[in-house]
């Protein structure tokens, strides 16, 4: 029965695939067939997984072409949330890439959890800190470019924030 059980789940998996998500600031994306490097995807982007041999994962990501630069793959594109930039070719609203398998996680939280205490962090040392959840993605992209300058972030800072906030949004791609 057990073998049953154990053969069906994997079965399922294979049918379904696996939603994972990016858990480091910044991950290669490697085009399966040359193995080179194309792209890099950011921090809790998901994927879905199609084939994963414990060093390399095969991961199908969709989403958006931006409409000013056809390099850069959105949630959607008003707000603008990135989840890949290409080095050279344009994006396509669904591709597969190749991922380092280590940089995945299931837990969305986990992947998220180093640029929640950035937020946290820097946004609570003059206010109490607004839970994401609070506002609309959009809002959230007035809120924080309005505070970098008190916050005193880069744009690199700023862009993982945003990120951050706009996922856990009343409607970001985050459902708590």
Same mark, same amino acid.
């Given at each position: ?7 069906? =789940?994997?079965? %399922?998996?294979? =049918? ?5 998500? &990016?858990?480091?600031?910044?991950? @290669?994306?490697? #085009? ?9 995807? %950011?921090?809790?982007?998901? &994927? ?25 793959? =959105?949630?959607?594109? #008003? ?11 344009? =994006?396509?609203?669904?591709? *597969? ?9 299931? @837990? ?12 946290? @962090? ?20 007035? %809120? ?9 972030? #880069? ?10 906030? *706009? ?10």
């Amino acid at each position: 029965m057990k073998k049953i059980v154990v053969f069906m =789940a994997i079965l %399922l998996n294979l =049918a379904f695939g696996e939603t994972k998500f &990016v858990a480091d600031i910044k991950t @290669d994306l490697i #085009d399966p067939n040359t193995k080179s490097v194309v792209g890099e995807i %950011l921090e809790g982007t998901p &994927v879905e997984i199609i084939k994963d041999d414990g060093k390399f994962a095969l991961v199908e990501i969709s989403g958006e072409v931006s409409v000013t630069d056809d390099k850069i793959l =959105a949630l959607k594109k #008003d707000p603008l949330v990135v989840f890949f930039k290409m080095k050279e070719q344009k =994006a396509t609203p669904k591709a *597969q890439f190749l991922v380092d398998s280590t940089k995945l996680g299931s @837990d969305p939280l986990e992947a998220w959890e180093e640029v929640e205490m950035l937020y946290y @962090d820097t946004c609570s040392s003059c206010h109490a800190a607004h839970k994401p959840k609070e506002h609309l993605m959009i809002e959230w992209d007035a %809120l924080i470019t309005a505070m970098q300058l008190f916050a005193k972030i #880069d744009d690199d800072e700023k862009a993982r924030l945003l990120r951050y906030v *706009q996922a856990y949004a009343k409607d970001g791609i985050v459902k708590e």
